[in-house]
C-alpha cells in the first residue's frame, strides 16, 4: 500500500524516483519507485519457502518505535526485539521496563509528552528517563549520550537496509526523494536521508495512514507468465508478437470475469532476459510494439542500470514473457483530497529540543494549520494525530501545494 501510494505521489510531484520508507512500531519496510513505476521481485521468499510470483519488492528488518535497548557483553544492541503494543514503550505506562526508540526520542524532546493523538495519549517522561538512565549507568554512558546513542544506532541500520535495495543493486540513492512514513518514520526521515546523501525529505499527508491511502490507489491486477527460452538469434517479431497477443487474450478475459470493462483495462508487457551464460535475469519493459532490435537495446540498457555494466555485442536469450494486466479503478481525483488550511497560529509552543548533544529552543507546529506555502528553516517539530515530523537544524521546510512536508537539507 505504501509503494503504490508512493507512486500515486510520484505522479502528482513529478518526481520519479522515490525511496518510500515506512517505520512503525515494530518494523522497517522500504521499497522504490523507478520512473514513476513500483519495483516488482519475480519472486521471494516467505518464512524460507520460494514464492514464484510477481509482487512489490519489500525489504523488511525488525526496527521501530518500539524497538528496545539490550545489552550484550556491555555493548549496546538496539532491536530486532520490540516491546509491541503490550506492554509498549516504558513512557506508555504499561508495565514496560526496557527503554525503546520512542522512549529515547521523548527524552531528547523530539517527541512531546502529549504529542500523540494530538494530546489524547499522554506519555511518561519520567518513565523513560528512569529506564534510560539505568541502562546508561550500566555501560558507563551519561543518559543523553545514551539516548541519543539508541537512534545513532537505530539510524544506521535502516539506512543499511536501504543501502541493500539501492547501492548494493546499482542504485544510485542520490538520484532519489526520500519519501517517510508510517506513525515513526518523519521522525528519523532527515536523519536517514543524511546517511544516504539524499538531498530532499517527502512527508506525505497523513504519514500514519499513507498505507491505508495508498491501497485505495491501486488498480485490479492480474500477471500472466509463460515459459519462453529461447535465443534471441531465433525469434521472430511475428512469433513475439502472437504469444503476447495470446496472453493479453487471456488477461482480459480474467479482469472481464471480475467486473472490470473493457475501456478500463490496459497491459504492461515484460521480458525476462539475460546473457546466454548467466543464471540471473534482469526484467525489461516492453514498451512500444514488439520489435527485437529495440527490446534488446533496452536489455543492455536495463543490464547496466541493474549492475553497473553490459556487453552490447554477447548473444541474448528470452527465459519468460511476462504480460500484467490491469483494470483501473474509479477514484477520487487527488486534488479533492487538499483540505482547506485551518486557520489559527500553527506554533503551540516550544521545547528545548537536543541535537548532536546540544539543546535548542525549537517551535512546535501544528501541521494542519501550516498553509500552502509555507517556509519554515529547522530545528522544528511537526506535530499531527498519525505521526511526529522532527527536523534538526541547518535544514529548510516548505509546505507544497499538495500539502506535503518537503524537506532540503542546507548545502
Known amino acids: 500500500g505504501g509503494t503504490i501510494g508512493g507512486v500515486a505521489l510520484s505522479s502528482t510531484l513529478e518526481r520519479p524516483n522515490l525511496l518510500c520508507v515506512d517505520m512503525g512500531g515494530t518494523s522497517f519496510d522500504l521499497s522504490l519507485v523507478v520512473n514513476g513505476q513500483p519495483e516488482i521481485a519475480s519472486e521471494t521468499e516467505l518464512e524460507g519457502l520460494p514464492l514464484l510470483m510477481p509482487m512489490v519488492n519489500i525489504h523488511t528488518i525488525g526496527a521501530g518505535g518500539g524497538s528496545v535497548a539490550w545489552l550484550e557483553t556491555g555493548a549496546v544492541r538496539v532491536g530486532p526485539q520490540s516491546a509491541g503494543a503490550v506492554p509498549g514503550p516504558v513512557c506508555y505506562g504499561n508495565g514496560g521496563t526496557q527503554p525503546t526508540v520512542t522512549d529515547a526520542n521523548l527524552f531528547l524532546k523530539r517527541l512531546g509528552s502529549e504529542s500523540l493523538l494530538s494530546g489524547r495519549m499522554t506519555l511518561s517522561e519520567r518513565a523513560a528517563a528512569d529506564a534510560i538512565h539505568n541502562m546508561a549507568e550500566e555501560v558507563g554512558l551519561s543518559d543523553l549520550?545514551?539516548?541519543?546513542?539508541?537512534?545513532?544506532i537505530t539510524n544506521a541500520k535502516m539506512a543499511d537496509a536501504m543501502r541493500t535495495i539501492t547501492v548494493e543493486q546499482g542504485i544510485d540513492p542520490r538520484q532519489f526523494s526520500l519519501v517517510a512514513f508510517g506513525g515513526a518514520g518523519p521522525m528519523h526521515a532527515v536523519w536517514l536521508a543524511r546517511e544516504l546523501d539524499i538531498k530532499e525529505v517527502i512527508i506525505p499527508r497523513f504519514p500514519g495512514t499513507f498505507s491505508a491511502w495508498g491501497m485505495l490507489q491501486t488498480d485490479v491486477r492480474q500477471d500472466i507468465t509463460k515459459?519462453?527460452?529461447?535465443?534471441?538469434?531465433?525469434?521472430?517479431?511475428a512469433v513475439l508478437k502472437k504469444t503476447f497477443s495470446e496472453l493479453e487474450a487471456e488477461g482480459l478475459s480474467g479482469l472481464q470475469n471480475e467486473g472490470v470493462r473493457v475501456e478500463n483495462i490496459y497491459f504492461v508487457r515484460t521480458a525476462d532476459m539475460r546473457y546466454i551464460g548467466q543464471e540471473y535475469a534482469v526484467n525489461v519493459e516492453i514498451v512500444s510494439g514488439v520489435q527485437l532490435a529495440d527490446i534488446e537495446t533496452n536489455f543492455h540498457r536495463a543490464h547496466?542500470?541493474?549492475?553497473g555494466h553490459s556487453t552490447p555485442n554477447a548473444p541474448v536469450e528470452f527465459v519468460n514473457l511476462r504480460l500484467a494486466a490491469l483494470g483501473r479503478l474509479e477514484r477520487r481525483p487527488n486534488e479533492e483530497l487538499v483540505e482547506d488550511d485551518k486557520s489559527g497560529n500553527p506554533v503551540i509552543g516550544t521545547r528545548e529540543t537536543i541535537f548532536d548533544g546540544e539543546p535548542h529552543q525549537t517551535n512546535i507546529y501544528i501541521r494542519d494549520r501550516l498553509t500552502t506555502g509555507t517556509n519554515l528553516t529547522g530545528p522544528a517539530v511537526i506535530e499531527e494525530d498519525s505521526a511526529t515530523t522532527v527536523v534538526p537544524p541547518g535544514y529548510q521546510i516548505q509546505i507544497d501545494n499538495r500539502r506535503n512536508i518537503v524537506v532540503a537539507s542546507g548545502d
Request: charged share 20%; net charge negative; aromatic share 22%.
Open 227 to 237: 515459459n519462453f527460452y529461447f535465443p534471441m538469434s531465433d525469434v521472430q517479431d
Open 145 to 152: 549520550e545514551f539516548a541519543e546513542g539508541m537512534l545513532s
Open 304 to 307: 547496466h542500470t541493474r549492475y
